[in-house]
């Protein structure tokens, strides 16, 4: 039972290039989840999805788009990245209201 | 949407001492829960308090839940060097805001 998979777990990019984050959960949960981690600001929600086909912005959607393949995926992508996106980006997964959230290992992106 | 202030941002704290978080809102709360995250790691599950001035004890944990759920709290005692990572309350109200998270450092 693998969880919650990113991939991948590191990425260097140059400023302009594009690129998408992998998340995967093999725990057949219905909400899933990106949010953007840096230093002294939390965990802030990029995009969530709810259930399968439904998508929603969070805190901080500028510069993202998402997709919900199917139960299992929900991708991240960066279509024009910045160094203002330089960050750890979790992925996540909810069973459903009031369960804990199960997270990825996180991707280390740097974009210079 | 919901929003939750922690204090504080930092805790620096000697190895045996115990010492408190606090996690606030403006807003009366359905339920809030407790993550922890080891540096470099990913956020892990703690606690989910969901009545009304709930108190739930793990080991050395002791995480409660403002009477009028506004609030919450966790206090730890005898602080271990295992107690280090960032301590993060989250409201679950389907956006799963999340506090900026209390810094925990031990000196031995």
């Known amino acids: 039972n693998a969880g919650v998979t990113q991939t991948p777990k590191f990425q260097v990019l140059k400023t302009g290039q594009s690129m998408t984050l992998q998340c995967a959960q093999d725990?057949?949960?219905?909400?899933m989840y990106w949010y953007r981690q840096d230093p002294g600001m939390g965990l802030r929600l990029i995009y969530y999805?709810?259930?399968?086909?439904?998508?929603d912005k969070g805190e901080v959607p500028n510069g993202y788009n998402v997709s919900r393949l199917n139960k299992r995926e929900f991708s991240l992508r960066l279509e024009s990245a910045a160094p203002s996106q330089t960050s750890v980006y979790f992925c996540?997964?909810?069973?459903?209201?009031?369960?804990?959230?199960?997270f990825g290992n996180g991707t280390r992106l740097t974009v210079t | 949407g919901q929003q939750v202030m922690q204090i504080p941002q930092y805790q620096h704290v000697q190895e045996g001492e115990d010492f408190t978080t606090y996690c606030n809102s403006s807003?009366?709360?359905?339920?809030i829960q407790w993550y922890k995250q080891r540096p470099g790691g990913h956020p892990v599950f703690l606690i989910q308090?969901?009545?009304?001035?709930e108190v739930k004890k793990q080991k050395r944990l002791t995480f409660q839940f403002g009477e009028a759920k506004k609030n919450s709290s966790l206090h730890i005692t005898a602080t271990q060097t295992t107690d280090v990572g960032t301590y993060f309350c989250?409201?679950?109200?389907?956006?799963?805001?999340f506090g900026a998270g209390t810094t925990v450092t031990v000196r031995a």
């Open positions: 996540a997964s909810i069973r459903g209201r009031e369960s804990p959230l199960h």
């Open positions: 725990m057949n949960h219905n909400s």
């Open positions: 999805s709810a259930s399968e086909g439904t998508t």
């Open positions: 807003t009366t709360l359905s339920n």
């Open positions: 308090l969901v009545k009304s001035g």
């Open positions: 989250a409201i679950n109200d389907y956006k799963l805001s």
